[in-house]
């Protein structure tokens, strides 16, 4: 299920780009979370390759610029679950609707999940960054 770890994930990288080097505390104070949250999100973004760091340097920089960074990418270096809808665990298979329900619904889930995936791939980080000068 979404939760705030993308906006989280965008608010990070945007910030990096704007003002490279910030400690974990920094961006911290300004996403108003503690810097533990940041530590986690900054590292799966490390390994999807989107930030990098210096052992014995403070802060991360972008490994692409901003432009080359879709919100796609983002989602998909955070996103644990893969999936944005999921169905309910074992309905119940002797109700009409409980046997049918998956089924039912799975086409539906997955063209808004590719809907939502074509959106973030359309948008970039320095789209993020510019509107946020506007």
Known sequence: MINTR??????????????????SDQIADSVTTNPVVIRRISS???KAGLLTSRAGITGSSLTKNP???TLLDI???????????SIHEKPN??????????GT?????NDVQTAMEKELGNK????VIDHLSE
């Open 124 to 127: 970039t980080l320095q789209a």
């Open 44 to 46: 799966d973004l490390k």
């Open 75 to 85: 989602y998909k270096a955070i996103n644990l679950e893969r999936e944005l809808f």
């Open 105 to 109: 619904l799975d086409d539906t889930f």
């Open 93 to 102: 298979p002797n109700c009409p609707v409980g046997k049918n329900i998956q």
């Open 6 to 23: 993308l906006s989280v994930a965008i608010h990070i990288l945007a910030l990096i780009a704007i003002k490279p080097n910030l400690s």
């Open 67 to 69: 432009k080359e960074i």
